[in-house]
T-cell receptor, first 111, second 112 residues
Framework: DQQVKQNSPSLSVQEGRISILNCDYT??????FLWYKKYPAEGPTFLIS?????DKNEDGRFTVFLNKSAKHLSLHIVPSQPGDSAVYFC??????????FGQGTRLTINP | DTEVTQTPKHLVMGMTNKKSLKCEQH?????MYWYKQKAKKPPELMFVYSYEKLSINESVPSRFSPECPNSSLLNLHLHALQPEDSALYLCASSQEAAGQQFFGPGTRLTVL
């Protein structure tokens, strides 16, 4: 039973355009959501998070949107840069230590 | 220091060997974690230590034995592993029992 799903295994975006990565979850008890970025042979790097009491959080080029009624969150990267090419994982937690990760989306930014 | 370090980076071991993975953080975090990540899969939680006590064990086989000697160190002792245990083992830490987790670079383990 996959509680956190990233249905797009890969996404290709032109440099300078907006990248939108999507994530769906099934457990309505999740109250904290995070996005991580992972390069090959490295551990995941934290990007941005959002609490369930908010519907938007912004940090520079990265914005996370949360739609609780749809159990959906998305990460917007604008403008996209070549260095953004990586695998992006969304993760969810229920007020405690246990993060549940999605399958990941491989983002490729084309020059 | 905002880093989680893990040693070794790579480890190859036989099924009868005993080895240990090490993880260290100096951010004053009181929660530390072990994850296992297979190729093209997301990280899966194995163990959580909170204030140096084991708080979560995700039904991990006993051939994996975690240890938290102090608040900065986390070990994973390995014994009689199987080839299917080959994976990237990630350590993470966080400020308290919840919130953003900082990950180390991982140990790539191969069991022959």
């Amino acid at each position: 039973d996959q509680q956190v799903k990233q249905n797009s295994p890969s996404l290709s975006v032109q440099e300078g355009r907006i990248s939108i990565l999507n994530c769906d979850y099934t457990n309505s008890m999740f109250d904290y959501f995070l996005w991580y970025k992972k390069y090959p042979a490295e551990g995941p790097t934290f990007l941005i998070s959002i609490s369930s009491i908010k519907d938007k959080n912004e940090d520079g080029r990265f914005t996370v949107f949360l739609n609780k009624s749809a159990k959906h969150l998305s990460l917007h990267i604008v403008p996209s840069q070549p260095g953004d090419s990586a695998v992006y994982f969304c993760a969810a937690a229920q007020g405690a230590q246990k993060l549940v990760f999605g399958q990941g989306t491989r983002l490729t930014i084309n020059p | 220091d905002t880093e989680v370090t893990q040693t070794p980076k790579h480890l190859v071991m036989g099924m009868t060997n005993k080895k240990s993975l090490k993880c260290e953080q100096h951010m004053g975090h009181r929660a530390m974690y072990w994850y296992k990540q297979k190729a093209k899969k997301p990280p899966e939680l194995m163990f959580v230590y909170s204030y140096e006590k084991l708080s979560i064990n995700e039904s991990v086989p006993s051939r994996f034995s975690p240890e938290c000697p102090n608040s900065s160190l986390l070990n994973l002792h390995l014994h009689a592993l199987q080839p299917e245990d080959s994976a990237l083992y990630l350590c993470a830490s966080s400020q308290e029992a919840a919130g953003q987790q900082f990950f180390g670079p991982g140990t790539r383990l191969t069991v022959l």
